[in-house]
Structure formats: C-alpha cells, structure tokens
C-alpha cells in the first residue's frame, strides 16, 4: 500500500460541465501521474508532474490540465468535459524501492470512473 | 517511443496448470514492470525487474535485457490468479512515464 486515495471514486456527469478529480498521497513522493484506461487503448500517460508547481504532458493531454500546490495532492481537471473523457482514470506516485536493485517503482491509487453523458 | 507487445491477449487455462504471458519492447530499458488487475479493481504491481528471474509466490518473472523480452509464468494456476496482466516499460528520461502493453486477459477454469 503506497498510500494513495482517489476521489470521487465515481462521477457521472454531464458533458460541457467541469470535472476535477483530485489524488491525494501521504508518503510525500516527488513524480504522481494521472493514466486514463480505455478498452483498445490499455493505459495511456494524461500529465505528471516532478514536484509542487512542476508539471508536464503526457500522451494524451489535451482537454486536461492538472494542478499541483502541495506534494501530497495532484488535481486533474477536464475544463468541459466530453463524452470521449468517460475513463477510468489512475494516478501513480513513483517511488525508489530497496531490498536488491534500487527501481524507480510506480504504484497505483484504486483509480475513478467517470462517465460524462 | 518504446513499442510494447504482449501476448495472449486472451489466455483460458484449467486449475493447476502451467502458465506463461510474453512480453516485448522495442527500446532499450533499466527495467521491466508487471502489473495485475483484477475485474474492476485496482492495479497491483506484482515484479519490477532488470534481469535474470524474481519470484514471489507462484509467481515467476524473467527477462532478457538483450533480447528485449520478458515473460510472467504462473505456476500451479488457481481461479483466483483470473485477472489481466499488463506489462510496462519505463522511459529514458527523468519522468520514467509508462509505456504499457494491452494486456494479457487470464481466466482460470477450476
């Protein structure tokens, strides 16, 4: 357990409205990620971010933006929202792990399902 | 960017047998992750290797570096191992984002 919530867990919403999904971690990781995962499409990369203020894109970004003004939270907001952002979204944290070679590990909240209508 | 391949992507196995996902990448890597996800849960990292073999349990990973593959072999196969399996491969950069396979979709039959 890496310590990582989600919330909401599930949002139905309706399209044209904003949505922000927010990952909260308590272990006080530098890198968290947001994934969305879609039938045919497996997982894919929306934004990270290497620390508060710092973030990036990822594979997918358009129609996202992500906040970050406090190591432990990382806000993903769909600014109007669209039927083609119904997901279930994961966001990771990246942690070194011990015992053996040192990994750079990712580790996963319980993700959100969003349907937007 | 890295191109990751998995196959099965459909596997049906009975209880107790042996069983065995691949996975292949295009690029170079440091190391190689396998995840499980179970129906409507969450996703569990089970191994993040470099080489040679890891195992945990029932569960045994290998990987070879210089020919850019890995497999997850299951051994003594239990319905409960039902699940999807997902391999992924770090980038190059600092970031270390992600690039997963499709999956390999388990069912074991008791």
């Known amino acids: 357990d890496a310590g990582i919530t989600q919330s909401p867990r599930h949002k139905v919403t309706e399209t044209g409205t904003p949505v922000t999904l927010r990952c909260h971690q308590t272990e006080n990781h530098r890198y968290m990620y947001w994934y969305r995962q879609d039938p045919g499409h497996g997982l894919r990369l929306i934004h990270y971010s290497y620390g508060v203020k710092d973030t990036d894109k990822g594979e997918v970004s358009d129609g996202y933006s992500v906040s970050r003004s406090k190591t432990e939270d990382f806000l993903l907001t769909l600014e109007s929202a669209t039927s083609s952002q119904t997901s279930v979204y994961f966001c990771?944290?990246?942690?070194?792990?011990?015992?053996?070679?040192?990994?750079?590990?990712?580790?996963f909240g319980p993700g959100t399902r969003l349907t937007v209508l | 960017k890295n191109e990751v391949e998995q196959s099965p992507q459909n596997l049906t196995a009975q209880e107790g047998e042996f069983i065995t996902i691949n996975c292949s990448y295009s690029v170079g890597i440091s190391a190689l992750h396998w995840l499980q996800q179970h129906p409507g849960g969450g996703i569990v990292s089970l191994f993040m290797?470099?080489?040679g073999k890891k195992k945990h349990g029932r569960l045994i990973a290998t990987i070879n570096i210089q020919e850019k593959h890995s497999s997850l072999h299951i051994t003594a196969s239990h319905p409960r191992d039902s699940a999807v399996y997902i391999c992924a491969v770090p980038s190059s950069g600092s970031a270390r984002q992600l690039t997963f396979g499709s999956g390999t979709q388990l069912t074991v039959l008791p």
């Open positions: 290797l470099s080489s």
């Open positions: 990771a944290i990246r942690r070194s792990t011990s015992g053996g070679p040192t990994y750079n590990e990712q580790f």
